[in-house]
């Protein structure tokens, strides 16, 4: 019934439509005129009204828009863009809407039916594309803007930043010379463009900007300073301290500059200038005990502890609350083997500051240093109480607490937890091969650092841990030197290195070589039982039974429990 109903009213509405033609065919050429003229003001009337719905609809957008509900005003600015769908000001209206309720590619189908859109429609449309992740056709759109005089300069700056990650030197240079010509602050984008010429590996032509940079102006402090950093980069060390020397003399009344040096002082070991950097910043800014901490700690790492120690104590005069001064006046004291007042100074550091980690670690080696073992372990355990989120470090260093007690079994219980969390890490990895090789897990040993050596074929630690270990067995005697004298290559001078490879020539029956480099190992009076013992061996080898003796009996009296020693002597 309803599809025969609508039919009739289809016939109705056809037939009603015919008979008024024939009304209008049959009016003469006047009528024509007057229903000509009707149809084109009809037309207009449309027109208007067309214009006058998508003014509404755009009016009510603006308004939703400008009370913040965006989603109102996007279907706003769409009604108002059906009656009216040449209007760019409305696509603009709607395609910003979009953009701003994140439907970036709604906005983007919007911005591209634009015919000639401006710098803001193309601005719009590169943020579309590098959203939607056509990150390509952002650079072409902002690369067709650099070819305007209109570009606005991020555009210029983005395109300098996109070419240094593509290492296109080319190109970088291209846009940097942009903006070192037209922007503010010329000198700003020379070293920046230095900066990007490092970084795709071009170091000599950022050397040479910042030389042309420093010859235009001598007091251009910011190139002198960049100059210094690209030759730490480099690893001239001299080089970096020469130029920091220049701006030091230069500035020596600016404590902000002296400041900001003194940092990369500190890195480049050059402790004779950062000395006397912090001492004047101190003498410039005396009633700052900021500068005057920088100034004790500085002192305590180039081990002038006494100093450190006065300078430290005046500031808990002035400001007592201080939980680094109190640190590390604790680690001037542990130096000097005051461990009742190391312990005091790091029990005031924790009392001031609970969450320091590295005073609670010291302030429990500390008791194990006094010969409390329960407070130590009580202690690492209320760290990680405190600090659970530093667990691992935590947990790390109660190992090595536990190492140095010689309680090898229990530390490798905290070696191998920690390397369930961290199966990377390299330190975790050495300590608790050497705590196996303690506790003749020799093999586990073995294959641990030779995984380390995989990674790393060059360390020396390994090598020389390997090789004395080999030595010490008995075994791979070959394969012993060639790892020590490996490590030696590397660090020539150092005693432990010497003394291994003395120990495998000592091994393989080569007992004058051995003496040679035993002797080398003790050049430098180091009071290590070790040493002397494998030099009373070395020399009972050779039948020096008098000098064994004299070397075993000074053993001994460094490490009086030693057993082995004494059945040595007694023999």
Not at 455 to 479: F, R, S, T
Request: proline content about 2%; aromatic content about 12%; overall charge negative.
């Amino acid at each position: 019934m309803r599809r025969v109903t609508v039919n009739k009213l289809l016939l109705m509405l056809i037939g009603v439509m015919m008979i008024s033609a024939l009304a209008l065919n049959c009016g003469g050429e006047a009528k024509k005129d007057i229903t000509r003229d009707t149809a084109e003001e009809i037309l207009e009337r449309r027109a208007s009204m067309s214009k006058q719905r998508a003014f509404d609809h755009f009016s009510k957008g603006d308004l939703y828009e400008r009370s913040g509900n965006l989603e109102k005003a996007a279907d706003e600015y769409r009604l108002a863009l059906f009656y009216d769908t040449q209007s760019d000001e409305l696509k603009r209206s709607l395609a910003g809407v979009l953009y701003d309720l994140s439907r970036f590619d709604e906005s983007l189908e919007i911005i591209e039916r634009i015919d000639q859109p401006d710098v803001d429609d193309q601005l719009l449309m590169a943020a579309c594309y590098n959203k939607i992740g056509l990150l390509p056709k952002t650079i072409e759109v902002y690369e067709k803007l650099a070819k305007t005089d209109s570009v606005p300069q991020f555009v210029v700056e983005n395109l300098a930043k996109y070419y240094t990650l593509k290492k296109d030197k080319s190109k970088l240079e291209q846009y940097y010379d942009w903006l070192i010509e037209n922007a503010e602050n010329a000198k700003l984008w020379q070293s920046e463009k230095a900066s990007a010429l490092v970084e795709i590996g071009k170091p000599e032509d950022a050397e040479k900007i910042y030389e042309n940079m420093m010859e235009a102006d001598s007091l251009d402090y910011g190139a002198w300073l960049d100059m210094a950093a690209l030759q730490m980069y480099l690893e001239n060390s001299e080089e970096a301290s020469k130029y920091y020397r220049y701006v030091v003399d230069h500035n020596w009344d600016n404590g902000q500059m002296l400041s900001m040096i003194l940092p990369a002082l500190f890195d480049l070991d050059d402790m004779d200038l950062a000395s006397s950097v912090a001492r004047r910043i101190t003498a410039l800014f005396p009633e700052d005990y900021m500068s005057q901490r920088r100034y004790a700690i500085l002192l305590f790492t180039t081990g002038d502890y006494d100093r450190a120690d006065s300078v430290l104590t005046h500031i808990l005069s002035e400001v007592n609350d201080d939980p680094v001064a109190y640190y590390y006046l604790g680690r001037i004291a542990q130096q000097n083997q005051d461990f009742p007042a190391a312990e005091e100074f790091y029990s005031n550091a924790i009392a001031y500051d609970d969450t320091m980690g590295e005073a609670w670690m010291n302030l429990a080696f500390v008791r194990g240093l006094k010969g409390d073992h329960e407070a130590a372990m009580a202690t690492f355990d209320s760290t990680l109480a405190k600090i659970p989120a530093d667990s691992t470090r935590i947990l790390f260093f109660t190992g090595s607490y536990l190492s140095s007690r010689q309680k090898f079994e229990e530390a490798i219980e905290y070696y191998e937890r920690v390397l369930n969390a961290t199966p990377d890490n390299f330190d975790v990895r050495f300590n608790l091969a050497a705590a196996y090789e303690r506790t003749d897990r020799n093999a586990d040993a073995e294959m641990l650092f030779l995984e380390l050596l995989d990674e790393d074929k060059d360390n020396p630690v390994v090598l020389n841990y390997l090789g004395y270990m080999y030595a010490d067995l008995g075994i791979k005697l070959d394969k012993a030197e060639e790892y020590v004298k490996k490590a030696l290559e590397i660090d020539p001078n150092n005693n432990a290195y010497l003394d291994s490879y003395a120990w495998v020539m000592y091994k393989k029956g080569k007992y004058d070589e051995a003496l040679k480099y035993q002797m080398m190992a003790l050049e430098s009076n180091v009071n290590d039982a070790v040493l002397y013992e494998h030099m009373g061996d070395i020399y009972y080898a050779l039948d020096r039974i008098r000098m064994a003796h004299d070397s075993w009996e000074k053993a001994l009296e460094l490490d009086p429990e030693n057993i082995e020693i004494r059945e040595k002597l007694d023999r």
